[in-house]
């Protein structure tokens, strides 16, 4: 049903399955026949400096021959209840469409920001701050550092299906990089080398944070 849904390998839906995890999973069915289903994404959101449960939705997709009979409005009333039940204090989501959602009791909020630059157009000022590649240990500091750095409100305390998106999105991984300041990690980058127009490439960034100037600074530098 997914990967018809969303014009995705089988191969590749198999691997989103197991990011999101069969006990996250929830389907309408008859029989064994699966009607509709969706990932349930546990996570938070922070709001007034402490984060707060938020339950993300995602994979809905609905099999071709049951759309239109208000199968995937069932599903969201039912997981709404759900998250409801167990003390959640919102629920997010990306819609593809706007009326299921509306009618579920969602509505738009938010922002989609992209920013694009030359990198010879960014400030370069050198930093005595160390930059070396992050490894798998590292990755408990980097979530601390996120959230120590990231508690406005209205930004998403990331689960682990979030922070697996980030770290490897679409399943392709990414290069990883801390900076150090006198032993401690005062910031990170994961990004991905895409190819351009010959001979240039172009540096996808999914994650970036620096807790002081001198981290920043270091990340920059490195860019450029």
């Given at each position: 049903?997914?990967?018809?849904?969303?014009?995705?390998p089988?191969?590749?839906?198999?691997?989103w399955?197991?990011?999101?995890?069969?006990?996250?999973?929830r389907?309408?069915s008859?029989?064994d026949?699966?009607?509709?289903?969706l990932?349930?994404?546990?996570?938070?959101?922070?709001f007034?400096?402490?984060?707060v449960?938020?339950?993300g939705?995602?994979?809905v997709?609905?099999?071709?021959?049951?759309?239109?009979?208000?199968?995937?409005?069932?599903?969201?009333?039912?997981?709404?209840r759900?998250?409801?039940?167990?003390?959640?204090?919102v629920?997010?989501?990306?819609?593809?469409?706007?009326?299921?959602?509306?009618?579920?009791?969602?509505?738009?909020?938010?922002g989609?920001?992209?920013f694009?630059?030359?990198?010879?157009?960014?400030?370069?000022?050198?930093?005595?701050?160390?930059?070396?590649?992050?490894?798998?240990?590292?990755l408990?500091a980097?979530?601390?550092?996120?959230?120590s750095?990231?508690?406005?409100?209205?930004n998403?305390?990331?689960?682990?299906y979030?922070?697996?998106?980030?770290?490897a999105?679409?399943?392709?991984e990414?290069d990883?990089?801390?900076?150090?300041?006198?032993?401690?990690?005062t910031?990170?980058?994961?990004?991905?080398?895409k190819?351009?127009?010959?001979?240039?490439?172009r540096?996808?960034c999914t994650?970036?944070v620096?807790?002081?100037?001198g981290?920043l600074?270091?990340?920059?530098?490195f860019?450029t």
């Amino acid at each position: 049903v997914m990967a018809y849904s969303f014009a995705t390998p089988t191969e590749m839906t198999t691997r989103w399955i197991g990011r999101g995890g069969m006990d996250n999973s929830r389907v309408v069915s008859i029989g064994d026949e699966v009607m509709a289903c969706l990932f349930k994404v546990p996570m938070g959101v922070w709001f007034g400096g402490r984060s707060v449960p938020n339950v993300g939705v995602s994979g809905v997709a609905v099999a071709p021959a049951h759309r239109g009979a208000g199968v995937a409005k069932r599903l969201m009333v039912e997981l709404l209840r759900e998250a409801h039940e167990e003390g959640t204090a919102v629920s997010t989501l990306y819609p593809a469409t706007i009326g299921l959602y509306r009618a579920c009791g969602y509505e738009l909020a938010g922002g989609h920001y992209r920013f694009d630059a030359k990198l010879e157009a960014l400030s370069r000022r050198r930093s005595p701050a160390t930059l070396r590649e992050a490894t798998d240990a590292d990755l408990p500091a980097l979530k601390a550092l996120y959230r120590s750095a990231r508690r406005e409100d209205g930004n998403a305390d990331r689960g682990p299906y979030i922070w697996d998106r980030v770290l490897a999105p679409r399943f392709e991984e990414t290069d990883r990089f801390v900076v150090e300041e006198d032993g401690a990690i005062t910031g990170y980058t994961c990004f991905q080398r895409k190819a351009d127009t010959a001979p240039y490439h172009r540096i996808a960034c999914t994650d970036l944070v620096a807790t002081t100037a001198g981290a920043l600074d270091r990340i920059l530098d490195f860019f450029t």
